[in-house]
């Protein structure tokens, strides 16, 4: 199955029309999973192996603005993309889904708020609002599900990233991906806080895309993966439904901490872990054991994000002064 | 089956037979899994979910002299134990499986020329010295092979300590573990080096024990491990068999991560990485990628040890200046 029959499916008799706009922008939050999406079972579709939960990073995300011009020019944060390069060749190929007829051409200008390519899903929020810009652009008036399909195909995480709050990515079980989208939980929990502790803005040596791929090739431990998430995936919808921060975080962090077991099990190994990120995580185990109620996730990069609740905002900033605090509901004026 | 069952069976009409001397010594080398050790089967016997493979450490071990006395003392580096902590307990339930009467009464003096509890294996060459140590103090004449399964009721891993060189312990099937000791490869490869590359001398917070438990008890990888065990066997006993140098590095290094592996995802996680751990895996695999032939392993503790061949070792030195450097089958004085 090829993107473009995707598409096609979706889009059927708006495929031809041409944009209703000539410019269009949307902004789309980061979001990090608390219980991991690791592994491809459609490397083409970007259709994962399990389900997955995330919670969004608020105001954390990307701008993308879209404009019709005469040839294709992308820009990320102010600086142009070259088109041959592995991330402009990605770009267009997901643009090339949605280009009516050949003279049709676009601008893409995305702000992201976030370091790229440091394990904070800028690639997520990045095709996010891309496709929500899409859909204004061409005033598809998509459905939700629909336009997490499409996101899918950008970056499989992008299509957990169109939303606020916590957010299930369904697996699916059809081979061409149509049961595979990202849905919004209704729960909400204002309390929730996530502190970003960058530790490195560095790009990361090896993308999460190989890693994975590497880690589900090679990995002697991946097989057991599968059944730990469905495990993982409903502690935490009661965690959520319950409001139950420690079986949240206890879940999440395990989680986090078993997807980086699968890396260091691969070969060649795969390490997200700098003597930073331990370091950090020692003094974590060490708050916790000492009763503050602070845990955290890692994705694939360096960085770790706190996960607490507001009560304990000040005793948790006083361990990790540097850390930037997302409230993962707060509104970005460009939602 | 207890303990002193399997020694009733082994020792049989000489289990009541009185010391032949009034003293005895017996050093054993330390070794380091290039397979792991991870996982029981049997709680009480030591007995392993799995087979695994070892090099030993030179002479780098521990040297116990054994005399009798009217009562029991024990000695650890010149320190006198407290024979009502862990350690001392554990000890004397050892030696209580070997007292003929309630009137003898042991000194035991062990000297270990290796940090205690850094993950250097400290108590596997303590119990095998030790065991060899009761062997010529009483007289028994036992064979290597008995000896092994002495060794094993003191310390799992100490069954592998009692020979130079490289060290098959075989898993066994049987209950009473009368099929699960260590058998010396008669391969000699002497162009071996180990470097000990020690980062921190404390003693760890969670025992190898302990760790391996939590493992095997809430880690959900921990079902795959046994499947790359005897992958890994197959590969190093190829490995040592035809001096491939690369399929030995190779084959320790990912069996070493993949139990780390298994670690992080037990919950609480147990993390034996500390950040000067991580900078070290850094260097190494630099190092690798730049052609030179460094491998490493890492047991329950923080350290590495390194491998390579004698001709690389002014370069491994450059790099590390303060590592120990171990040739396997060298000989101590006191062996």
């Given amino acids: 199955m090829k993107k473009s029959d995707v ?77 041959e390069s592995a991330f402009g060749k990605r770009l267009l190929a997901f643009l090339n889904l949605f280009r009516v007829n050949h003279d049709l051409h676009f601008v893409i200008k995305t702000q992201t708020n976030i370091p790229v390519g440091a394990g904070l899903a800028s690639s997520a929020c990045g095709f996010a609002s891309l496709t929500r810009a899409l859909n204004n652009l ?50 909400e929990w204002p309390e929730l806080r996530i502190g970003l502790l960058i530790l490195s803005e560095k790009e990361k040596k090896i993308s999460s895309r190989d890693a994975m791929q590497r880690t589900v090739t090679t990995s002697p431990l991946y097989s057991a993966w599968p059944a730990k998430v469905s495990h993982d995936l409903s502690k935490l919808k009661q965690a959520v439904q319950s409001k139950d921060f420690i079986l949240l975080g206890e879940t999440a962090e395990s989680n986090a901490m078993t997807m980086h077991a699968t890396m260091l099990s691969a070969w060649p190994t795969v390490c997200y872990f700098l003597p930073e990120t331990i370091s950090a995580m020692q003094v974590i185990w060490k708050l916790r054991e000492e009763g503050l109620m602070i845990f955290f996730t890692q994705d694939a990069g360096p960085n770790l994000k706190l996960l607490f609740l507001e009560k304990d905002r000040d005793a948790v900033q006083k361990y990790f002064p540097g850390i930037e605090v997302v409230d993962p509901y707060c509104k970005s004026k460009n939602a």
């Fill in 138 to 187: 061409f005033g598809w008036e998509l459905q939700e599900h629909e336009l997490s399909i499409f996101a899918r195909l950008g970056s499989g995480s992008a299509c957990r990233s169109l939303w606020q709050g916590f957010v299930e990515w369904h697996a699916g079980l059809q081979e061409n991906g149509m049961d595979s989208y990202g849905e919004r939980i209704a729960a």
């Fill in 7 to 83: 598409v096609s499916a979706i889009l059927s008799e708006r495929q031809t029309a041409l944009p209703r706009h000539s410019s269009a922008q949307a902004f789309a939050p980061s979001n990090i999973a608390l219980c991991k999406y690791w592994g491809k079972r459609d490397q083409e579709l970007n259709l994962p192996v399990t389900s997955s939960f995330s919670i969004s990073l608020g105001n954390k995300g990307a701008t993308t603005e879209l404009s019709l011009s005469d040839q294709d020019r992308v820009y990320l944060n102010d600086e142009k993309i070259n088109l």
